[in-house]
């Protein structure tokens, strides 16, 4: 990507609220940001609406749809971020390979891949202007049509969790055949995740162009791994992949915090406070305080209430999200959901989350 693609538009409107981009670098707030994973999704009314009847790529490849998914939560909620509508399987589309959403049963590959040859199928160099512009031109619409309100998140799949779907075809408990991989064929594995890897870095710095403010990259596959396998086939990635975008932004005088989001990693907390993100984001299965000692103030930390206790009364929501917060304190920390929503959850109780998350943020910060 030359420096003439990474120009950034100059006419954006101005940030209004920078709360979460100074929580991601750990810098005073006056209350702790808090924005959901999947928070534009099928538990709003309005996404459900306006997504009857559409098939889900076409409308991920559709900026106009995108960007107006991405809003919707922000009409109703006070979030502080918003994070673009797209989905992780773009890329190994765009690597070349066909990737159906089926109703009730998820993502599904026709043709994954089954062994070391198939890697041949796959595009060797992706031009990801090409393929995957849509994207970015639904970042670009989406930073105007925002109005600088709060800052917006781009994002990629991480290499393993990406490799995963490729070769299983689609959802997995096991990941059987994405293991067996790592086993039978760890060198092809290795090229596998290499190929994804600067594709990855490619769309990022891209989504960056086009007026990302922050990145995240979700690995969420992460808990299928033992502790050697991580660090084996998911960490090194995942450094790479920070090290390259951040060297790249470097050069262009440009500085966009990255959130590494490693699901049931919670042996790994150690290795991704170090692995050059300046967020690590944690599931649920993380006790707070012992967050923060392992990973010794090097991050700041984003997350990790159950999801589920959003089924709760919202006063016990408010009582969850209380204990949270002292747990991880307001400083450096960034409110979550440990996964994304789920659809049959009530928006009401999407924002007695956010409610309280702030009204309790508020008063820990007064008594600092």
């Known amino acids: 990507m030359s420096k003439k693609d990474f120009s950034l538009p100059e006419d954006f409107p101005q940030l209004k609220n920078s709360t979460f981009l100074r929580a991601a670098r750990g810098e005073e707030t006056d209350h702790v940001p808090v924005w959901c994973m999947r928070q534009a999704g099928r ?28 809003l919707q939560p922000l009409r109703r909620f006070p979030f502080d971020a918003a994070i673009i509508f797209s989905d992780i399987l773009v890329i190994p589309q765009a690597m070349g390979m066909e990737v159906q959403m089926v109703p009730g049963k998820g993502p599904s590959f026709p043709e994954p891949l089954k062994e070391p040859e198939d890697l041949q199928r796959l595009q060797p160099n992706v031009d990801v202007g090409k393929e995957l512009g849509y994207v970015f031109k639904a970042i670009t619409l989406t930073r105007h049509k925002i109005e600088g309100k709060v800052p917006l998140i781009g994002f990629s799949g991480a ?14 408990n096991t990941q059987a055949k994405a293991k067996s991989w790592l086993y039978r064929h760890p060198e092809s594995s290795r090229l596998l995740l290499a190929m994804l890897t600067d594709v990855i870095v490619d769309y990022l710095l891209g989504q960056v162009a086009a007026g990302a403010q922050a ?25 790479d992949i920070a090290r390259r975008v951040k060297d790249k932004l470097k050069e262009d005088g440009r500085d966009v915090p990255m959130i590494v989001f490693a699901k049931d990693a919670h042996y790994a907390l150690e290795d991704l406070s170090e692995s050059h993100y300046e967020v690590v984001g944690l599931d649920w299965t993380v006790d707070p305080r012992q967050a923060r000692e392992r990973t ?30 002292e747990g991880f304190g307001p400083r450096g920390y960034i409110a979550n959901l440990g996964h994304g929503l789920y659809p049959d959850m009530d928006p009401e109780s999407v924002g007695a989350f956010v409610e309280a998350v702030h009204q309790h943020s508020k008063l820990l910060i007064k008594q600092m």
């Open 296 to 325: 010794g103030g090097k991050v700041s930390l984003q997350g990790n209430m159950d999801p589920c206790a959003l089924y709760a009364p919202k006063e016990r929501i408010a009582d969850i999200v209380k204990k949270m917060l």
């Open 215 to 239: 990145l995240q990259v979700f690995e969420s596959h992460a808990g299928i791994l033992g502790p050697v396998e991580f660090r084996e086939f998911s960490l090194p990635y995942l450094r």
């Open 43 to 70: 538990y709003l009314p309005e996404f459900r609406e306006s997504r009857a009847g559409k098939d889900f790529f076409e409308t991920c490849q559709s900026p106009e749809q995108c960007c107006e998914l991405t």
């Open 159 to 172: 290499p393993w969790t990406l490799m995963c779907y490729m070769i299983e075809g689609g959802g997995s």
